[in-house]
């Protein structure tokens, strides 16, 4: 059974709200910095059926991790031997209790899902991991959105191995459990996504050459405005930061991407 505890957090608009997942033992993206968010995680977590002990990241973004060492020392103060766990390359402002390679695969102890392998699945954020069922639900962090989009942008966002975690997920994921907004279903989900990706990818490539055949100055925010112009309640500076990404994309595509050919 995965439940589901949504908790306020710093995160991108329109999105308010992160997902807490609670899988037998496990707890998915301790996200609130909030003190009254960290105490409704506590008691949420303390009414688990199976007692958690395991604090599970999916990626090192403050709108997941927000809460995980709260929980951790309140968890330990009541002799709970609890852990962090996160993939290798998450940059955290604690210490983990050990580290998740793609793979290496949790025991829950829950009777649903009593086994979660983790997927690493880059391109959001370094590090990144969702978690595969063996009944095809995922547990997914950012790799898609409910609500919202999901930022792919440089430094650390990179489109290619973004679209090539999308793919990779493709044939496994039936149900999607993302850390902002309701589940999802898993095949038309990832499938729409590559699509928009496509077409935004398109829309972009489009307005760089129109740009550049007008003589105009072209930055990530110019290509946005242009882009984004009809789309209802656009952020700007978030939509600038996603075109960012596909320029980088499409100057790889011309010059070769050397994140493929390593
Ligand atoms: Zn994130």
């Known amino acids: 059974m995965i439940d589901v505890l949504p908790v306020r957090t710093p995160t991108l608009p329109p999105a308010t709200h992160t997902n807490?997942?609670?899988?037998?033992?496990?707890?998915?993206?301790v996200a609130s910095p909030y003190p009254d968010e960290q105490a409704r995680t506590l008691a949420w977590v303390l009414e688990s059926p199976v007692p958690v002990d395991t604090i599970v990241?999916?990626?090192?973004h403050a709108d997941h991790v927000g809460g995980a060492e709260a929980l951790r020392t309140e968890l330990r103060r009541r002799d709970v031997p609890a852990r962090i766990l996160a993939h290798?390359?998450?940059?955290?402002p604690f210490t983990l209790d050990g580290t998740l390679a793609d793979g290496e695969v949790i025991a829950t102890g829950d009777p649903a899902h009593p086994r979660l392998t983790p997927l690493h699945t880059p391109g959001h954020?370094?590090?990144?991991?969702?978690?595969?069922?063996?009944?095809?639900?995922?547990?997914?962090g950012d790799l898609v959105a409910g609500i919202g989009t999901i930022l792919v942008a440089p430094p650390e966002g990179h489109?290619?191995?973004?679209?090539d975690s999308l793919r990779r997920?493709?044939?496994?994921?039936?149900?999607?459990?993302?850390?902002?907004?309701?589940?999802?279903?898993?095949?038309e989900t990832l499938a729409m996504y590559l699509a928009h990706r496509a077409m935004r990818t398109e829309q972009v490539r489009?307005?760089?050459?129109g740009m550049r055949a007008e003589g105009l100055t072209v930055t990530a925010l110019s290509v946005a405005e242009r882009v984004y112009a009809g789309v209802p309640g656009v952020e700007f500076g978030i939509a600038a930061m996603q075109v960012a990404g596909i320029l980088?994309?499409?100057?790889?595509?011309?010059?070769?991407?050397?994140?493929k050919e390593a």
Do not use: K, M, Q
């Open 20 to 29: 807490i997942y609670r899988v037998g033992r496990c707890v998915f993206d």
């Open 57 to 60: 990241l999916t990626h090192h």
């Open 88 to 92: 290798a390359d998450s940059r955290l």
């Open 125 to 140: 954020a370094d590090g990144h991991l969702v978690f595969l069922a063996d009944d095809g639900d995922v547990i997914c």
């Open 159 to 163: 489109l290619e191995t973004y679209l």
């Open 169 to 187: 997920l493709l044939p496994v994921a039936r149900r999607l459990y993302p850390a902002h907004g309701p589940d999802l279903p898993g095949p």
């Open 206 to 209: 489009a307005a760089l050459l």
């Open 248 to 259: 980088v994309w499409l100057e790889e595509e011309t010059t070769g991407n050397p994140a």
